[in-house]
C-alpha cells in the first residue's frame, strides 16, 4: 500500500547544522556550480509543482538558475552557498522544497549505522496539542474524556446554538508517541526486530488507536448537545494519509477525494510495478464476485505505468516556452485508485486499502453527520489542508479563517531525494501534486469561506477574538450548507 509521508509542511529550511567557516576546505566554485546544475536537471524533471511555480506562483526560474550561477561565481565560502540554495528553496514558496545539509561531523565507516526503531519510524518528538482556538472565548467550556489528550474538545455557545469543538494539532502519531510503545507490545511481544508485517501492524494499530480517539471525542461532543461542529486546524502542519480516514468521519456525505498527479521516471513506475504485483498476487485468490473489479483496476494500473514511464522535460517551461507533452502524469486520488466508496462494501476483502486508502483505518463514515465548520490560518498545511480542500470541493462544510499555508502534496513512499555530488546536500522535492475540483492545484493554498481576518504580529487571543466575530456568519452558512 502506497504511503504519504509523514512530513509537515514549513517554508523554514530544515537543515542540519552546518561546519563552520574554519572546518571548510577551499571553497570550490565548480563543485557548486556542478551542483546547481544538479539542482536544475531535478527542478525540471522531479518537481511536482513545476508548472504551478512558473504559471501561478511566477517564478520566473530560467533566469533564477542564471542568477544562482553567477552568484556562486562571486562567493567565497561553503556557507554562502549553502544560503544561496536555501534562498532558492525560499523564493519557490513552496513548503515541501528544501535542502538538508551535512553536519560536517566525521563519518563513521568502522561502524554500520544501526537501523532506526520502529516507534521513531512512526512517530517523532510528542507534538503540542494545545487548545481549540475558541477555548478563550466566554462560554466554552471543555470537554473532559481519555480522547482529550488527542483531540482537545468542548462546547460553545453561539447565537442561541451550542457548537461544538474539536482541535486536530496534527494528521500524526506524534499526537501521543507513548501509543507506539503500548501497541509494538502488543503487536510484537517477545521483541526483537519488528519489520515487514510487523511494522504494518504496528502503524496501523497505532492509528487505529487514532481513528477511534476521534470518533469518541466526536460522539462526546454529540452526547454534549452540539448542533453544530468546528474542527479546528488552525496551526496543524500536516500528517500521514490517515487524514483520508479522519475527513470521512466528521461528514455525513460520501466525500470524493482530490485527483492526484505525479512526477514521471522510476520512483512512480516503482510504485506501480509493487501495485500490479500485489493486484496480481490478489487475483489469484480472488471469490469470482471481486475479479471484474481487481481485473479492471489492474489494466489502469498498467496503462497508467505506461504513462508515468514516458519522459516529459520541463526545461522548456523554466524559458516561457509550451511543452509538447503533459508534464505530470495520471495519478489516481489520494484515497487511491477509487476516489470514493462504502467502506462496508468493502469491509472484509484483503485487497480494499490497495483500491481505497481509508480502509486501512477502522474510520465509520459520518460519525458527526450534522452542519459543520473547519477553521484553518497561515499555518495549516499539507494535510490539514488535503482535509479542508476535500470539505470544501464537496460542499460538506463551510472553511472559515485565513488562507492556508500552501503546500499540497508532498512524498510519496519516501519521495525521491536527490543527493548533491559536490556538496553532499540533499534536495527534496514533492513528487505528486493534488488537484482541485476546479483544477487548481492544492499548493496555492486554501481559501476560506469566510475571512477572520487574522493579523501575523496578534496573540491567541486576539485571533480567538477575531474568529468569534466571525463565527455566526460560518455557522449559518454551514446549516444552509445540511
Not at 530544515?14 to 536537471?41: F, I, N
Not at 460538506?396 to 555530488?421: D, H, M, R, W
Not at 513528487?431 to 496573540?459: K, Q
Amino acid at each position: 500500500m502506497r504511503r504519504f509521508a509523514t512530513a509537515f509542511a514549513c517554508l523554514v529550511t530544515l537543515s542540519a547544522a552546518a561546519p563552520t567557516m574554519a572546518q571548510e576546505a577551499a571553497y570550490d566554485v565548480e563543485g557548486w556550480h556542478a551542483d546547481a546544475a544538479q539542482v536544475r536537471e531535478a527542478m525540471t524533471t522531479r518537481y511536482a509543482n513545476l508548472e504551478w511555480a512558473q504559471t501561478v506562483r511566477e517564478a520566473d526560474l530560467g533566469r533564477a538558475f542564471a542568477g544562482a550561477d553567477q552568484r556562486l561565481s562571486m562567493l567565497k565560502s561553503d556557507r554562502e552557498a549553502r544560503e544561496l540554495f536555501d534562498g532558492f528553496s525560499r523564493y519557490l514558496g513552496d513548503g515541501h522544497v528544501r535542502f538538508e545539509w551535512p553536519s560536517g561531523a566525521p563519518a563513521e565507516t568502522s561502524t554500520p549505522s544501526r537501523p532506526r526503531p520502529p516507534c521513531a519510524r512512526v512517530a517523532g518528538r510528542k507534538a503540542n496539542v494545545g487548545k481549540p482556538i475558541v477555548a478563550t472565548l466566554p462560554g466554552y467550556a471543555a470537554i473532559e474524556t481519555p480522547g482529550s489528550a488527542l483531540f482537545p474538545a468542548g462546547t460553545l455557545p453561539l447565537d442561541g446554538r451550542k457548537v461544538g469543538v474539536v482541535r486536530i494539532a496534527l494528521f500524526s502519531a506524534d499526537l501521543e508517541p507513548k501509543l507506539c510503545a503500548e501497541v509494538l507490545a502488543e503487536v510484537n511481544p517477545k521483541g526483537g526486530d519488528c519489520v515487514d508485517d510487523c511494522f504494518n501492524r504496528l502503524y496501523y494499530g497505532v492509528y487505529g488507536r487514532l481513528t477511534l480517539a476521534f470518533a469518541e471525542q466526536l460522539r462526546a461532543v454529540k452526547a454534549a448537545g452540539a448542533e453544530v461542529l468546528i474542527v479546528d486546524l488552525t496551526g496543524n502542519g500536516g500528517g500521514s494519509e490517515w487524514v483520508e480516514a479522519a475527513v470521512r468521519m466528521v461528514s455525513g456525505k460520501r466525500l470524493k477525494s482530490s485527483e492526484v498527479r505525479v512526477v514521471r521516471g522510476d520512483h512512480w513506475t516503482k510504485a506501480y510495478d509493487r501495485d500490479i504485483a500485489d493486484i496480481e498476487a490478489e487475483l489469484r485468490k480472488a471469490k469470482s464476485a471481486d475479479r471484474a473489479l481487481l481485473k479492471s483496476h489492474l489494466a489502469e494500473l498498467k496503462t497508467r505505468r505506461i504513462d508515468v514511464a514516458t519522459p516529459c522535460d520541463g526545461a522548456p517551461l523554466t524559458t516561457g516556452k509550451p511543452l509538447g507533452c503533459d508534464y505530470l502524469a495520471r495519478g489516481f486520488h489520494s484515497s487511491g485508485p477509487m476516489a470514493s466508496a462504502d467502506p462496508k462494501a468493502l469491509s472484509g476483502k484483503s485487497w480494499a486499502s490497495s483500491l481505497f486508502n481509508p480502509v486501512a483505518f477502522p474510520y465509520e463514515e459520518g460519525v458527526w453527520s450534522g452542519p459543520l465548520v473547519v477553521a484553518v490560518d497561515k499555518d495549516t498545511a499539507s494535510a490539514a489542508e488535503q482535509f479542508t480542500a476535500i470539505i470544501q470541493d464537496n460542499k460538506a462544510g463551510v472553511i472559515v479563517g485565513s488562507p492556508t499555508l500552501g503546500s499540497g502534496c508532498g512524498f510519496t513512499n519516501g519521495g525521491a531525494p536527490v543527493t548533491l555530488k559536490h556538496s553532499g546536500g540533499i534536495l527534496r522535492l514533492p513528487d505528486c501534486a493534488r488537484f482541485r475540483a476546479d483544477g487548481t492545484n492544492e499548493v496555492g493554498g486554501i481559501s476560506p469561506d469566510v475571512l477572520a481576518g487574522f493579523h501575523a504580529n496578534e496573540g491567541p487571543r486576539a485571533h480567538a477574538a477575531r474568529l468569534g466575530a466571525v463565527l455566526p456568519q460560518a455557522v449559518r452558512l454551514a446549516t444552509q450548507v445540511q
